[in-house]
DNA sequence: TTGATCGGAGATCATTATAGTCTCCGATTA
DNA sequence: TAATCGGAGACTATAATGATCTCCGATCAA
């Protein structure tokens, strides 16, 4: 069903988080703590723990140790795009098995396969798309998802 | 990492198989079972018959019992959306678990989730985008994934 | 009319992915 | 120097997926 995971959620829900406080009024360029944002979200803590980690070491965020520590956004929010987001958590996208298929590797059915260039075209499209919404776009009630002229993009290879 | 099901694939594969003898020049109207897709793609023969029934179940394909039996496409290829196969065997698209929340049903995050709207935009976007190719642009190798005006439809809603 | 060939359907099992938990470590700072 | 933070690994439980097996009913041709 094409679905993300909860931990990938936890992540947009935490990215979210981190921005708008960030960003917001009150406490600009206060840090977050992984306890604050389990409490406030219901998210497991330790679960929440592992995905920030992986946020941290693909350089979403940035760690600060010791007590009064927690997270920061290491780049602004409009420099954070979903598809990042997504792959930080769940490695590269691939809407099919050979998507990233090595060398040497191939499935049982690639003899013969009739879909997997059609299906990259599709994987491309909806990288586009992921790839071309921010998390700025995602605070506030902003419209978004803008898609640079994938038709054109789409047709012309 | 958003990846579509073996089943889907194998679904695909099959269709598009179908699709192309039913257009071909050779044996037009022919029907094909089971065992010859499994055979030329590699697809376990019982699990491809589960896929089929399935597709024969929404209507996708007509089956024909006995000797010299198999399956027919049910309407056009141009009339088949990637998005009507995936949703055959996967059921409804849903990138999130409150995809298709019924009411009563909440998420723990639900109270305080930041990300719901968003995410039920960019599904929309991935369902238009599946639901405006067809079994038909899969076929031969024709340019494909066209979007409807997608910039201009996330914008106003 | 009967038997071989089809699809239809259910139960079952193995494997993998996901979600969540537990424990210990090192860094930081009040 | 002790409490508070993140970093990291092992570990378990559960669900989804992929695959297999068995039996049934429909059909058609010899």
Chains 1, 2 share one sequence.
Do not use: W
Not at 49 to 66: D, F, T, Y
């Amino acid at each position: 069903m094409l679905k993300i995971s909860k931990k990938t959620d936890y992540a947009l829900m935490a990215l979210q988080h981190i921005a708008s406080v960030q960003t917001g009024d009150t406490t600009p360029g206060r840090v977050v703590n992984t306890k604050e944002i389990a409490e406030e979200y219901n998210i497991p803590l330790e679960l929440l723990a592992k995905v920030l980690q992986a946020l941290s070491k693909s350089g979403m965020i940035e760690s600060h140790n010791g007590p009064k520590g927690g997270y920061l956004l290491a780049r602004s929010a409009g420099k954070i795009t979903i598809a990042q987001i997504l792959e930080s958590i769940e490695g590269p996208l691939g809407i099919t098995d050979c998507s990233h298929e090595k060398e040497g590797e191939f499935c049982m059915q690639r003899e013969h396969c009739n879909i997997r260039t059609p299906l990259l075209k599709v994987q491309d499209s909806i990288y586009q798309l992921l790839n071309n919404m921010t998390l700025q776009d995602m605070l506030g009630g902003t419209p978004l998802i803008t898609i640079q002229s994938p038709t054109a993009e789409g047709a012309e290879r």
